[in-house]
């Protein structure tokens, strides 16, 4: 039973620029998080989709967006890209909020 | 809004005794405190959760407890093993409400 996994494993990009982050959910899951976590730093809420909606959302600018598919899948977009988006992007699936699975993470770098 | 609490300092322990982490939180008691572990550069993996009408919970070597008077989880490691050593996060949720995450707490186990 595949876990999350979330596509690139790593990633460079030039400030401006853009980007898109994959997530597929654990099989059976249907809500998936999205987190921000820095070096030395707890992972921080970026969104929450469900149903295809975002449902909650943290203290990220709108820079920051993403999107569920029928399938439960989720992209991550960040657009115009600061070196401070530099971090480990975290996607996490979860049936109703309890014992979150998590993916690897996909290492953005921006230069 | 919710602040999580986690020692920042890294914990040393011997290998074989008892590690005690500790999870402060302000405001209200979350319907779920969960602990994760996680390793350097990979994502977290799920430990335990623990709702807020339990006291204790326990999984193998690992037990939590929960008390919303002094709001305060404590996740505890018996027998500790070099391979316990990782950071471990403390998260709380209500619901389908956010889960967010304190700094976590390095824990060290010397041989």
């Known amino acids: 039973d595949a876990g999350v996994t979330q596509s690139p494993t790593h990633l460079i990009k030039t400030r401006g620029q853009q980007v898109t982050l994959r997530c597929s959910p654990k099989?059976?899951?249907?809500?998936v998080s999205w987190y921000q976590q820095a070096l030395g730093q707890g992972p921080q809420f970026i969104f929450q989709?469900?149903?295809?909606?975002?449902?909650q959302r943290g203290n990220f600018p709108d820079r920051f967006s993403g999107h569920q598919f029928p399938n439960y899948s989720s992209e991550l977009n960040v657009n115009a890209l600061l070196l401070g988006d530099s971090a480990l992007y975290l996607c996490?699936?979860?049936?109703?909020?309890?014992?979150?699975?998590f993916g690897s993470g996909t290492r953005l770098t921006v230069v | 809004s919710q602040k999580i609490e986690q020692n920042s300092e890294a914990l040393n322990i011997q290998e074989g005794k008892t590690a005690t982490l500790t999870c402060n939180y302000t405001?209200?008691?979350?319907?779920?405190l969960q602990w994760y572990r996680q390793d350097p550069g990979r994502g977290p993996v799920f430990l335990l959760l623990?709702?807020?009408?339990?006291k204790e919970k326990r999984k193998e070597r690992l037990k939590v407890t929960f008390d919303t008077t002094l709001k305060q989880s404590l996740f505890h490691i018996t027998a500790s093993q070099p391979a316990d050593s990782a950071t471990y996060l403390c998260?709380?949720?209500?619901?389908?409400?956010?889960?967010?995450f304190g700094t976590g707490t390095r824990l060290l186990v010397s041989p």
């Open positions: 998260g709380m949720n209500t619901g389908f409400q956010k889960l967010v």
């Open positions: 099989s059976g899951h249907d809500t």
């Open positions: 623990i709702r807020e009408n339990e």
């Open positions: 996490a699936s979860s049936p109703r909020g309890t014992g979150y699975t």
């Open positions: 405001n209200y008691s979350p319907a779920y």
């Open positions: 989709y469900y149903e295809e909606e975002e449902r």
